[in-house]
T-cell receptor, first 112, second 112 residues
Framework: EAQVTQNPRYLITVTGKKLTVTCSQNMNHEYMSWYRQDPGLGLRQIYYSMNVEVTDKGDVPEGYKVSRKEKRNFPLILESPSPNQTSLYFC???????????FGPGTRLTVT | SQQGEEDPQALSIQEGENATMNCSYKTSINNLQWYRQNSGRGLVHLILIRSNEREKHSGRLRVTLDTSKKSSSLLITASRAADTASYFCATVPTGANSKLTFGKGITLSVRP
């Protein structure tokens, strides 16, 4: 089944404790993105990647890092999480021949 | 930055009625897409309309695009309770094919 998976689905952590949210897709897609969703703000793009070893900042990249060492994986790293990063995070991917994005199920992160 | 702005923010209709949702955007676009999100879950792509298209249909969905007014509308005909969800418009700016900028979303409730 074609899908985007994220782990963990739920995470509660404390300020300053480094964490990684994994994202994997099995559709051989070139493009992958991370978004955060906050009430009243909709979805905002954090980072995106056009292919292996090619990443760029989205609209709200501060406090986040990403890497794209393999085509299927695009982890989101929070080196020192802060409470304002409490949010619902989505990973998405698409192939180079289409603009349709496939979304993962989301990761609900709480930073206390 | 938010590109799309949906209107209304919330819509409640009776099953069987049509639902019309509007989206306005600010800059020149390559295409505009509509996504659906069931509560707390990942987004699902519904339909894409390119900047050189004016209308598109997919099943019970009809989307229109007016580039002179920088606006789009999504019509869901003969609504069902299962259509209850949040709907987002998203735009790909001209010359920035890797970015997909979402609006804040419309909450649609379809009463049985």
């Amino acid at each position: 089944e074609a899908q985007v998976t994220q782990n963990p689905r739920y995470l509660i952590t404390v300020t300053g404790k480094k964490l990684t949210v994994t994202c994997s897709q099995n559709m051989n897609h070139e493009y992958m993105s991370w978004y955060r969703q906050d009430p009243g703000l909709g979805l905002r793009q954090i980072y995106y990647s056009m292919n292996v070893e090619v990443t760029d900042k989205g609209d709200v990249p501060e406090g986040y890092k990403v890497s794209r060492k393999e085509k299927r994986n695009f982890p989101l790293i929070l080196e020192s999480p802060s409470p304002n990063q409490t949010s619902l995070y989505f990973c998405a991917s698409r192939g180079s021949g289409s603009y349709e994005q496939y979304f993962g199920p989301g990761t609900r992160l709480t930073v206390t | 930055s938010q590109q799309g702005e949906e209107d209304p923010q919330a819509l409640s209709i009776q099953e069987g009625e049509n639902a019309t949702m509007n989206c306005s955007y600010k800059t020149s676009i390559n295409n505009l897409q509509w996504y659906r999100q069931n509560s707390g879950r990942g987004l699902v792509h519904l339909i894409l309309i390119r900047s050189n298209e004016r209308e598109k249909h997919s099943g019970r969905l009809r989307v229109t695009l007016d580039t002179s007014k920088k606006s789009s509308s999504l019509l869901i005909t003969a609504s069902r309770a299962a259509d209850t969800a949040s709907y987002f418009c998203a735009t790909v700016p001209t010359g920035a094919n890797s970015k997909l900028t979402f609006g804040k979303g419309i909450t649609l409730s379809v009463r049985p």
